[in-house]
């Protein structure tokens, strides 16, 4: 048997969504855009929601209405995607990398504390796997220090911290929709603006409109729309929010088949938790998951190796993502790998994530975990 690490889900509306858009509108910014916008509002609560055209769009957005610039300093983890280390390059800004803690593998607020200097804009906290950061403690730091909060919660749609949606707890919150997440318009994201102050959000939408108050004409706010400030072209099509609109609609469906499944590897490997032989997703009781990914955290680098390439051998793609970004290529040409963080370097060397998707069925769950038991077995 062959398991990919993910596959979409469709719920089976798409196909009808998408032929609707065809006979309304194909570009951006009409009808589904709309749709997909009050979706995200209603079950977050954002006081405001702009689709993009990707999750790595939004951070970039996101930073440009904080108004970062060069010598700027921004704290993030190495242990994440590297669009949320670009969003902050591309201003010419500093990311300065934090340690996560061993637990859930986000940010952890004693270490942001640590990096705190007078130049220091922004904090961009990560949701590992749907999993929330700890938002108070972040927030605290951000209130106490004068800094802005973007929450990169590519990973968190559709998950709480302490019962409030993740991507609501910062003055920003950026959703991926991408192919490989719990909801997907093949690519595609969202902006979320957590004030009501109306300045942010005209300000969005124009860098969002290709720096023009196109959206002020579209709702007949204005009889033309000119260039009104700097901006890019994040506006996604139609015909991927409509997509999308299928996809959301079903997010309670998709949330609870990943959970299933979740609990299955949890219970089915509790016995090597319980021996002290492995780490794997801990779901603290304040956090509610969308169970976007499960893991293993192996005892050794060695071990991690063997039990991945066992896995392979059997059809299992089973995955070993993030490498850190400070020790990247990247990293090492900004001089960033001088940083220590021992926590980021042994989970991304030990940890180890399992197949999970909306629609896996029971005879591939039970082919995943009754293979990756034998090669425990050799491994541990
Ligand atoms: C997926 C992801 C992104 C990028 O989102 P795209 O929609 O692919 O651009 C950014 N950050 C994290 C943590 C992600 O998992």
Aim: hydrophobic share 35%.
């Amino acid at each position: 048997m062959q398991i990919p690490y993910h596959k979409p889900y469709w719920t089976g509306m798409e196909l009808e969504y998408i032929e609707d858009a065809l006979r309304r509108q194909v570009s951006g910014n009409g009808y589904y855009t709309g749709m997909a916008a009050e979706i995200v509002r209603e079950m977050t609560g954002a006081c405001r929601v702009l689709p993009t055209t990707s999750g790595t769009h939004a951070l970039e957005m996101a930073v440009m209405l904080c108004g970062l610039q060069e010598g700027d300093e921004v704290i993030l983890p190495s242990f994440t995607f590297p669009s949320t280390a670009n969003a902050v390059i591309l201003r010419g800004a500093r990311p300065v990398f934090a340690e996560i803690n061993d637990t859930t593998l986000t940010l952890d607020p004693g270490d942001v504390g640590r990096r705190i200097t007078g130049r220091t804009r922004a904090i961009i906290p990560v949701h590992y796997g749907g999993i929330g950061c700890d938002m108070e403690g972040i927030m605290e730091l951000a209130r106490c220090h004068n800094l802005y909060v973007i929450e990169d919660a590519a990973q968190a749609v559709d998950a709480r911290y302490r019962g409030k949606p993740l991507g609501t707890w910062g003055h920003l919150g950026c959703f991926s929709f991408h192919g490989t997440k719990n909801h997907t318009s093949g690519e595609g994201g969202a902006l979320l603006i957590n004030t009501s102050d109306r300045s942010w959000f005209e300000e969005a939408e124009i860098i969002w409109e290709k720096g023009t108050d196109r959206a002020k004409f579209l709702r007949g706010e204005k009889s033309f729309y000119t260039w009104v400030g700097p901006g890019s072209n994040y506006t996604p099509s139609e015909v991927l929010m409509a997509m999308l609109c299928a996809q959301l609609r079903e997010r309670d469906l998709i949330r609870e088949q990943r959970r299933l499944i979740h609990e299955y590897y949890e219970s089915g490997l509790a016995e090597y938790r319980r021996k002290g032989l492995l780490q794997m997703t801990e779901i603290p009781s304040h956090c509610q998951s969308n169970y976007h990914i499960f893991y293993l955290l192996l005892p050794s680098p060695e071990a991690r190796e063997e039990a991945r390439r066992g896995l392979i051998r059997r059809g299992i793609s089973a995955l070993s993502h993030f490498v850190p970004l400070h020790s990247s290529p990247m990293g090492q040409k900004l001089g960033l790998d001088r940083e220590e963080l021992p926590v980021t370097e042994r989970v991304s060397r030990c940890i180890l994530r399992l197949p999970l998707y909306a629609g896996m069925t029971g005879e591939e769950s039970l082919y995943v975990l009754e293979n990756l038991r034998d090669v425990l077995e050799q491994v541990l």
